[in-house]
C-alpha cells in the first residue's frame, strides 16, 4: 500500500528564486543601490560642470531685459543678443515669420567670433548643424523669439543686485562663459564695465 503521508513539493518559480536570493543577500543589495544613486548623481554633476572644467573662457555682452521682472530672488535674469531667434537659420526652411512656431524645440549652433575690442565675442551664423571646427554655443529655440544656452541666470551677492541691473541697463555688464568643444556652455562670472 503506498505511503500517503508524502506531501507534494510544487516547484519555486524563477521569481521566488531571485526573492530569495535578495533575502540572502540584503546588505550587497542596499550598498549595490545606494553605490549606483551616488554614481548617478556624481555623473549628472561633473556632467553640468564639464564647461567649467575644460571649456575654453570667452567674454559675451549682456543685454537688458524688462527691468519690472530682472530679478527673483538673487539671481539676475540674463540675455544676449545671440539670445533671440534670427529671421533664418541655416538648414531651416523659409524664414522665421512663416515658420516660427514650427522651430520650437529645436537644437541651434550659434558660431561665436570676436569682436574687434578683442575681449569680446559675438554671433556670426546660427544653423542647425554642429560646426565641425571654432567657437560655438549649443542652444535650442524655446519659444518663438527666444533661444537658451543654460546660461541666462546667475546668482549675486545679497544686496548688490541693483548695481547688476543699473549695468546691465547701461549697457557696461558681460558675462564670462565657459565653453566646451561640443558648445555646452556655463557661466562664470559677471563683469561691470
Known sequence: MPDRSTAVVEPRSRLDDVLA??????K???????AFQTL???VMI????????????IL???????????????????????SQVPETIEGLPGSYWQQGHEWTGRTVYVTLVPEPDGRHWRAQKFSIYRPPDGTYLQGRIVSTRR??????????????GFEYER??????????????????????????E
Not at 544656452?149 to 551677492?157: A, K, Q, W
Open 28 to 34: 550587497f543589495v542596499l550598498l549595490t543601490a545606494v
Open 21 to 26: 536570493w535578495i533575502k540572502d543577500h540584503e
Open 167 to 192: 549695468a546691465m541697463l547701461d549697457r557696461r555688464l558681460s558675462a564670462e562663459i565657459a565653453v566646451t568643444a561640443d558648445g555646452r556652455a556655463a557661466l562664470r562670472s559677471l563683469q561691470i
Open 60 to 82: 559675451v555682452r549682456v543685454t537688458p531685459v524688462d527691468p519690472r521682472s530682472l530679478f527673483q530672488g538673487d539671481y539676475v535674469v540674463l540675455s544676449y543678443e545671440f
Open 46 to 57: 561633473v556632467l553640468h560642470l564639464m564647461p567649467l572644467l575644460i571649456g575654453k573662457t
Open 147 to 160: 533661444i537658451v544656452f543654460g546660461i541666462e541666470s546667475f546668482y549675486v551677492p545679497e544686496g548688490r
Open 40 to 42: 548617478f548623481l556624481v
